[in-house]
């Protein structure tokens, strides 16, 4: 059983830039594709970012550019370089592990407790 835990999460300016990251325990992430999801009250979770067990890398078109996933196998932990915030990003940030990569949510057997990030204009 994976357990994740999101930080980083704060309240930025428009323009500016925070970094998630998300700490992995009781399972190996380089097992497993990560990806990033965000979520505002009343809407569905949203794709943001997915990193495979070989690194490739897809993003949601509307973080493309802006945002940067990586991982660190040694450490255990994923993480989100956030640039460029709008208040559009305003949302809360989860973490999650596949077995497979996908941008689907339901796909996702593991999940962090999730992160807020507020960007004001």
């Known amino acids: 059983q994976v357990q994740l835990v999101e930080s980083g999460g704060g309240l930025m300016q428009a323009g500016g830039s925070l970094r998630l990251s998300c700490a992995a325990s009781?399972?190996?992430?380089?097992?497993?594709?990560m990806g990033w999801f965000r979520q505002v009250p009343g809407k569905e979770r949203e794709f943001v970012a997915v990193i495979t067990k070989l690194g490739g890398i897809t993003y949601a078109d509307s973080v493309k550019g802006r945002f940067t996933i990586s991982r660190d196998n040694a450490k255990n932990t994923m993480y989100l370089q956030m640039n460029s915030l709008k208040p559009e990003d305003t949302a809360v940030y989860y973490c999650?592990?596949?077995?497979?990569?996908?941008?689907?949510?339901?796909?996702?057997?593991?999940w962090g407790q999730g992160t807020q990030v507020t960007v004001s204009s």
């Open positions: 999650a592990a596949a077995t497979t990569p996908a941008l689907n949510p339901l796909l996702y057997a593991y």
């Open positions: 009781g399972g190996t992430i380089s097992n497993y594709a």
